[in-house]
């Protein structure tokens, strides 16, 4: 029996991912794979985020995904978990710790859901993105969520070009229910596809996976504007529909690029930080960073 947990992080393709397991969830199962995405562990009886806002406290809910979690692990002999929001939400209080920390909470939160799976030993994978453009990303999905409206109040008191991923790595892959931490770069999603199938599930069921186009076109930089624009003004005004009426007028496209609301700066300090990351990554006990093929090994 073989437990993977693919935590993600949250905008770095992970939905995308979860989507072509979904369409093959069946075809993997009758090869002996299980495969439990988000569609089953946010309803029903419990979801998993009500077990995890309180571990050992959420009564039925726990043991409904208790139950659920190690039925699926006595039915088949390999099973792959993948739920972004195990690391927390992106949320400011969930995403952002003190002195540069991401996902303050995350291994208390994934090592409940290796309780709730039976305390088995597990594999976790971990996507990993430029720190800059992985605060954009979840700051516009705070503002999908009409749970935000200006960038300066989610990174206030941030230091976004300092985020720690290899901090983060170096947590889960220090815990004992942990066998290791295998990490990639967002940004090489592509080009490391194939080998992140191969690794979750197994080289065989690899090509079974589909690759569907992406379908999140996101947010114009135009459209934030209009939409802080409108949300200053007009404080009674739905956020929900502001934004709707926001991307609907202006669309992303070649005219209209994605959302930049960081300072050039902060840009280039966030990337030269980032490939200082990676190397610390590389040199973690426990953890496996995938490379594409022309990359280069890590000195050392």
Not at 196 to 202: E, F, Q, V
Not at 204 to 213: K, Q, R, S
Not at 272 to 285: F, M, N
């Amino acid at each position: 029996m073989t437990v993977r947990i693919h935590v993600g992080a949250h905008k770095t393709a992970t939905t995308h991912l979860q989507s072509a397991l979904r369409e093959v969830r069946a075809d993997l199962a009758r090869a002996g794979m299980g495969y439990i995405g988000p569609g089953r562990l946010r309803g029903g009886n419990g979801s998993l985020e009500q077990c995890l806002r309180q571990p050992g406290r959420a009564g039925a809910a726990s043991r409904a995904v208790g139950e659920s979690l190690r039925a699926a692990r006595a039915q088949f002999g390999d099973l792959l978990l993948s739920e972004e929001n195990i690391l927390g939400g992106t949320r400011r209080s969930h995403i952002f710790g003190p002195e540069g920390m991401l996902y303050p909470r995350a291994v208390e939160r994934l090592r409940y859901v290796i309780t709730l799976l039976g305390r088995p030993r597990a594999s976790v994978f971990l996507s990993v993105r430029d720190p800059a453009s992985f605060v954009v990303s979840a700051f516009h999905q705070q503002v999908l969520s009409a749970r935000e409206v200006l960038i300066e109040d989610y990174v206030r008191d941030v230091p976004v070009a300092a985020l720690g991923w290899a901090e983060l790595a170096g947590r889960i892959a220090a815990m004992p229910s942990v066998t290791r931490v295998i990490v990639w770069r967002y940004e090489d999603y592509r080009a490391l596809r194939p080998e992140i199938c191969a690794r979750m599930l197994r080289p065989e069921l690899a090509g079974l996976v589909p690759d569907p186009a992406p379908n999140n076109t996101g947010m114009s930089q135009a459209a934030y504007e209009l939409y802080t624009k409108r949300a200053l003004e007009d404080i009674e005004a739905p956020l929900k529909d502001l934004v709707k009426e926001a991307m609907r007028a202006l669309p992303r496209g070649p005219d209209r690029p994605g959302l930049r609301l960081l300072d050039d700066e902060t840009y280039a300090r966030s990337a030269a930080h980032y490939a200082a990351e990676i190397e610390r990554i590389a040199q973690i006990p426990g953890v496996e960073l995938l490379r594409p093929p022309s990359s280069p090994a890590p000195a050392g």
